[in-house]
């Protein structure tokens, strides 16, 4: 295995990139490619955003749970008055807020090897989450199999820290440690997006005109060659008016610069959107990539699908990190991320829903008025009636032993 020595041992090529995130990782297409420069592709940048603002935007609360000894049923209500919900929901630390801390956690995971906050802990109680740079922490796993992190502040100096005292969010991973960083494994379509770019930002610099080569049949003494180049730069540069060029003694112009259409620039950047699309289990729709065969009722699916199946898997990593960083599993509390916003369809949906919910038809209501005014966003009604689930005229009533008497 490829390393430098240390006094202690070797550091591996990924091991060092993990020190220094400024290092990178090595593509075909030239340059290397790393957190930092990965978001200068608008898809990366868009795909870490859609999938960070999407977490950020879901209400986020600690539920209570209570389960009835005699029926078994499970009893779920917000406990808004638990310092773990104003901490997650509130105020996390003393510069950002709740949205500000989830979307910065869960860029940096999807972008890299994960998110870690330190907890400023008073009595078992998390006062402040604070949030490490990326880059600027490792961690290990030591001979107890416990996690040691190891965090370095600007000032050069650095701290160790165990799993307990740290939230640790991280992606899918090979060892069970630390994730696969994202940026490393579609290094490839990004070094190639970041190369397309920047060959389409020459051209577009060059004026889109082509460099190339003016040949002659006879050789041009040194002052003619330099005063037509000259010439030939000033009318037909990237600042020139351009215009038809009139060549004569067997003179010919040979591009040296493959145009747009020849690269097939715009089919090989609208590939390289999808590839990236596919690394970070994203809908390309999400990034902004038009689909000629969409209608508004597939794209209604594509954001269903969307998060069902890319922000689904951060919602459970988020509430179950959460749950053993923050409440410490503790049990008959939970973290919970509420997505029914994102599921929510129309107008028309939504009254369909709700009615039958109420119990249209004659079957057995799930749902009261009231949570149903506190889902949409009402307040609620004082009458008793209005916190009643209906049993419905087809359910069996109080006495009924479901059997139909004899008919005479």
Same mark, same amino acid.
């Given at each position: ?230 010439? #030939? ?80 898997? #951060? ?50 209501? #799930? ?42």
């Amino acid at each position: 295995m490829l390393g430098f020595f240390r006094k202690s041992g070797t550091y591996t090529v990924d091991q060092l990139a993990r020190i220094a995130g400024f290092i990178g990782w090595g593509s075909a297409s030239g340059g290397t490619v790393n957190e930092a420069n990965a978001v200068d592709v608008t898809a990366v940048f868009c795909a870490a955003r859609v999938i960070a603002e999407g977490i950020a935007q879901m209400p986020v609360r600690v539920v209570s749970e209570t389960t009835d000894p005699a029926t078994g049923i499970i009893t779920r209500k917000a406990a808004s008055d638990h310092w773990a919900h104003q901490l997650l929901a509130v105020r996390p630390n003393r510069w950002q807020t709740s949205y500000e801390f989830r979307e910065g956690m869960i860029f940096n995971a999807v972008l890299g090897r994960g998110a870690i906050a330190i907890k400023n802990s008073v009595a078992g109680k998390v006062m402040d989450l604070l949030p490490v740079p990326s880059g600027a922490w490792t961690v290990e796993q030591l001979k107890d199999y416990s996690l040691r992190i190891k965090v370095g502040h600007s000032d050069g100096s650095h701290d160790y820290f165990t799993q307990d005292q740290v939230f640790y969010l991280r992606g899918p991973s090979l060892d069970g440690i630390q994730a696969l960083p994202a940026v490393r494994q579609a290094r490839e379509a990004i070094g190639l997006s970041r190369a397309l770019e920047r060959q389409q930002a020459k051209l577009a610099g060059n004026g889109g005109k082509p460099s190339g080569v003016l040949s002659f049949v006879q050789k041009l003494a040194p002052e003619t060659a330099e005063k037509l180049r000259e010439t #030939w730069q000033s009318r037909f540069g990237p600042n020139g008016d351009g215009g038809i060029a009139i060549l004569d003694g067997d003179a010919k112009f040979q591009s040296m610069t493959m145009t747009s259409v020849d690269a097939q620039h715009i089919e090989t950047r609208r590939l390289q959107i999808e590839e990236i699309a596919r690394a970070f289990r994203v809908q390309p729709i999400m990034l902004m990539q038009a689909d000629k065969a969409a209608t508004f009722a597939s794209a209604e699916q594509m954001f269903r699908n969307h998060v069902i199946h890319t922000l689904g898997p #951060w919602i459970e990593r988020w509430e179950q990190a959460a749950n053993r960083d923050i409440l410490g599993n503790q049990t008959g509390l939970a973290v919970d991320l509420d997505e029914r916003n994102l599921l929510r369809g129309d107008f028309k949906d939504q009254a369909e829903y709700y009615t039958k919910a109420l119990g249209a038809g004659g079957q057995s209501a #799930w749902m009261t008025v009231n949570e149903i005014r506190a889902e949409v966003g009402l307040p609620p009604i004082s009458d008793a009636w209005a916190n009643t689930v209906s049993r419905g005229a087809m359910a069996p009533q109080e006495g009924d032993d479901g059997i139909q008497a004899p008919q005479p």
